[in-house]
Every structure is written in structure tokens, then in C-alpha cells.
């Protein structure tokens, strides 16, 4: 499975088997084979901002407290979204988790070559993240038993733990995420920047399709997968971090189906679809090798029937767009939506 797993974080019985197989497969549409382009402004060949000196002290998601003797400048990342993170802050990391699996799902920040692999996420390899030599370990846990920081704390290497969702405020988190990253890293004064990026491209997004003739603003964001030859779909209902930008956008998020609490996301079937009437549908566009998703809904006629599929309303992403990630990620996100509502 190349997506994010998802199953530490759900109460609902009924939705775990689906969820725990979830794998994103779409095609995307014609015209979207770039994901939006990074923005020039906080691009870090042009980065001039200061790293801090000294000695850093941090609480984690975790509330434990981290110290530093000076801020971290070798740091491994377990995890997509504080990869990408890193990488915002012009910190290369020098070891990383499925860094395959992060150039298929994550194109907001290029990973460069050399970094140091050290096998999947749930379960690094850590001879070989250990050899990198870090300053820093930065995983991604919901509580203090998660199983890979119970493996780190037996090293005497300090290990920073994040909060990878929360749908109280999926978007305060992703930046919240970001800056305890900032401070690690003595990159504050950088993260300052790209917050405010960030902020000025949401304000942007959401004065363009304010101003924009668009006849439906109901929206579902969904991914999917092939499950016993049927089609599984998983809608990014409220608490989501896509459908929480989507609504900051002045849209409407038609999901009002069960989700997790951590990451707002559903699961259902093509008649369970139904229930979003005539909303307009968003989909991944990042192809999985497991199955293609969108080939498999459009051999169904309940699927072709839906309002939002008779009227060509099914919008591919493009492809690369980690609906998990940073700001970078989030603004790709806001651009895509643009494109695809004024286009």
C-alpha cells in the first residue's frame, strides 16, 4: 500500500476493514499532467533568510519536551508530510521513509538523490537510519505508545513527534506541524515566510472564485480502491485537511457521512455517493499500480447516472498533490481547485 494508513486513528468498527486497504488509483483528466508549480517566492535557491544559533528547546505534538544543543541540521524524517516540510525549510534531510513512494504521492518539494532510504514508514529500517548519523529523528505519532518511538527512544538520539492531522483544524495543524519543524531547525525566520505565502495564496484563491461564475459549489473530494473487484471510495468529508481548504474557498462540503476524527475521512460505495446529490466531484490523479479507480466507475451505470458524471463534473487533481501535506501541498491543493472551477 502506498497511501497513508489510517487505521490507528479510527473508532469506527464498521469503517476499518476498507479503510485499512485504502490505495488511491485515478486517471487524471486531460490537461492535468503537472501538479501546480512551486511558488517562485519561497523557492530556496532564492532563500537569503537566517538560521538560528544556540541551544533549542521544543514541546512536541506529544507535549514531551525536546533540547537541543543547537538546532538540528541532520535530520531523518519518517514521515510525507514532514519530509516535504524539511524540504520547505531548504533542510535537505539526510534519511527518509518510502522516498519512492514520496516522489509518486509528493510533488511540492523534490526530493534530492543521495538521500539515505530506510524503508517504510510503519516500519523503518533503523540500522540503516541510524548509520545516516541524524542530529534529529522527526516520525509522525498519534500517542506516546506509538510502537516506532517506543524503537527510537532505546537510542540516545532526540526524537521529535508530530501531529500528522487533527479535524478540529486540519489546516492550523498542518501549520502548526510546519513550524514546530521551524523551530527544531533553528528555520523559523524561513517558515515565517512560507506561512505568510501561503496565507496570501489562500486569500488569492478564495477572492478568485469568489468572483467566479460557478453554478455548483457543493463539492465531494474522494479517492478510492479496488477491493474484491468492487470499488471502495473515500470521501474527504468535514475535518479533512482537502475539504477544509475547499470550504476556505467558499465551497460547500457535501459529505456529511460518518468520518474518522483525526483525518475526516469516509468510506462508501457508489450508491452511498447518491446522498451528495448533484455536487461536483474532485478525485486524486495520482495513478496507483494496484488498480485504476476511475476505469472501474465508469463500467457502472449507477456511476454514469450520478449528476455530477452525466454533466462532466469529475475532476483529476493533478497528479503528485499529497492531500496529507505541508503548506506547499496545501497550496497546490488551492491551486487545483482554482484551475479546475474557472477553467
Keep these: 500500500m502506498n497511501r497513508r494508513s489510517i487505521a490507528a486513528a479510527l473508532t469506527s468498527a464498521a469503517l476499518v476493514p476498507l479503510l485499512l486497504g485504502a490505495c488511491g488509483t485515478t486517471e487524471p483528466d486531460t490537461g492535468s499532467a503537472e501538479a501546480p508549480a512551486a511558488n517562485a517566492s519561497v523557492d530556496c535557491a532564492d532563500d537569503t533568510t537566517a538560521t538560528a544559533t544556540g541551544p533549542v528547546t521544543v514541546n512536541d505534538a506529544l507535549g514531551r519536551t525536546v533540547e537541543l544543543p543547537e538546532p538540528a541540521k541532520r535530520v531523518a524524517v519518517l514521515e ?3 519530509i516535504e516540510d524539511a524540504l520547505t525549510l531548504c533542510l535537505t534531510p539526510v534519511a527518509v521513509s518510502d522516498a519512492k513512494g514520496y516522489t509518486t504521492w509528493n510533488t511540492a518539494e523534490a526530493l534530492p538523490s543521495g538521500v539515505a532510504d530506510v524503508g517504510t514508514r510503519g516500519e523503518p529500517n533503523l540500522d540503516a537510519l541510524f548509520a545516516a548519523n541524524p542530529d534529529l529523528v522527526i516520525i509522525e505519532a498519534a500517542a506516546a505508545d506509538d510502537a ?3 524503537q527510537l527512544s532505546e537510542y540516545d538520539v532526540p526524537v521529535l513527534a508530530t501531529k500528522g ?19 527544531a531547525t533553528g528555520r523559523e525566520e524561513r517558515a515565517a515566510l512560507v506561512v505568510d505565502d501561503f496565507k496570501a495564496s489562500l486569500a488569492e484563491a478564495k477572492e478568485t472564485v469568489s468572483g467566479a461564475d460557478i453554478p455548483v459549489k457543493e463539492f465531494i473530494y474522494f479517492d478510492g ?13 468535514q475535518g479533512s485537511l482537502v475539504g477544509e481548504l475547499g470550504e476556505e474557498l467558499g465551497l460547500t462540503n457535501a459529505w456529511t457521512g460518518e468520518v474518522d476524527p483525526v483525518y475526516g475521512l469516509g468510506q462508501t460505495d457508489i450508491e452511498g455517493v447518491r446522498a451528495v446529490g448533484s455536487a461536483t466531484f474532485f478525485h486524486t490523479g495520482t495513478v496507483d499500480p494496484a488498480g485504476d ?10 456511476w454514469k447516472s450520478l449528476p455530477a458524471v452525466s454533466e462532466g ?8 498533490i499529497w492531500t496529507f501535506g505541508g503548506p506547499r501541498s496545501s497550496q497546490q491543493v488551492l491551486d487545483a481547485y482554482v484551475d479546475l472551477l474557472t477553467k
Design 80 to 82: 510525507w508530510q514532514q
Design 165 to 183: 492531522a487533527d479535524a478540529a483544524d486540519p489546516v492550523q495543524n498542518m501549520l502548526d506541524t510546519f513550524t514546530l519543524i521551524a523551530k
Design 293 to 302: 479507480v476511475l476505469t472501474e466507475l465508469d463500467k457502472n451505470q449507477a
Design 148 to 150: 516506532v518511538l517506543k
Design 225 to 237: 480502491w479496488i477491493q474484491g473487484g468492487n470499488v471502495a471510495l473515500r470521501p474527504f468529508g
Design 313 to 320: 463534473r469529475v475532476h483529476a487533481f493533478p497528479p503528485g
